[in-house]
């Protein structure tokens, strides 16, 4: 049995879980979000409480599974999730223009990326940009989607990197004479 399964998820205050034939459908302040899962996991709702049981003891790691992406999908209506990407390296910048982001990256035309829906971009400054929305998948897959156009190289540090992210460098050639 899944010690993350077992505890039960508290509903906060104007949330509305919704369980219908294995179908969650979590409403908040900031939006609605509908997921489906396997027939071995029985999802309860009651007492202002999420809880989550799985038929045979096997399904333990889809037990856990269950209650995190509840879990999350609870957090994001509520307070939604956030990734934040830096860049480094001289002239690349990052830009707004309507609800693209056009980032200049060394390329020889600048690249640009559309906002998918649930998601919204901010570039509060020329070196960062702020990937915001309630689904914490989506978040995720933009961010690294962004970061992937100009992975960091190990050298001098150039590139798109998340905040927080340690880059591991190398040293340069070796100077020798012949």
Known sequence: MSRIGKSPITIPQGVE????????????????LTNTFLDVVNIEVADG???????????????????????????GVTNGFEKALEINGIGYRAQKQGKKLVLTLGYSHPVEVEEIEGITID???????????????????????????????????????YVGERIRRKEGKAGGKK
């Not at 049981?53 to 399904?59: G, I, L, R, T």
């Not at 309630?134 to 100009?150: S, T």
């Open 49 to 75: 409480k999420v809880k989550v049981s799985v038929n045979d003891e096997k399904n333990g790691n889809i037990h856990g599974l269950t209650r995190t992406l509840i879990n999350n999908m609870i957090i």
């Open 123 to 161: 570039v509060p400054a020329q070196n960062s940009i702020v990937v915001k929305g309630i689904d914490k998948q989506k978040v995720g897959q933009v961010a690294a989607n962004i970061r992937e156009l100009k992975l960091p190289e190990p050298y001098k540090g150039k590139g798109i990197k």
């Open 17 to 32: 879980v919704k369980v219908e034939n294995h179908t969650v459908t979590v409403t908040g302040p900031k939006g609605t």
